[in-house]
């Protein structure tokens, strides 16, 4: 899995698998698409107006959860 963000474009995209076939681009709401290939599985999410929805309630930092581990690791937001 992969977040990667682009400023200029203010456009982020969360990569959840490598593209191996053609996928078609579900448009879930102005600021909101999801890639799914033909047999269903969702290969990413691309965020538009990133910067916003990205901040939110966090206050502009990424919270990275791995429950099985119990562990938290927040990652502080650029810009």
């Given amino acids: 899995m992969k977040l990667t963000y682009d400023p200029r474009r203010n456009v982020a995209y969360l990569r959840l698998r490598e593209v191996t076939a053609e996928v078609d681009t579900i448009r879930i709401s102005d600021e ?45 937001l650029a810009g």
């Fill in 32 to 76: 909101l698409n999801i890639d799914i290939a033909p047999d269903g599985t969702v290969h990413g999410i691309e965020l538009l107006n990133a910067n916003a929805q990205l901040r939110g309630a966090d206050g502009g930092r990424l919270v990275v959860v791995d429950e099985a581990a119990g562990k938290e690791t927040d990652i502080p």
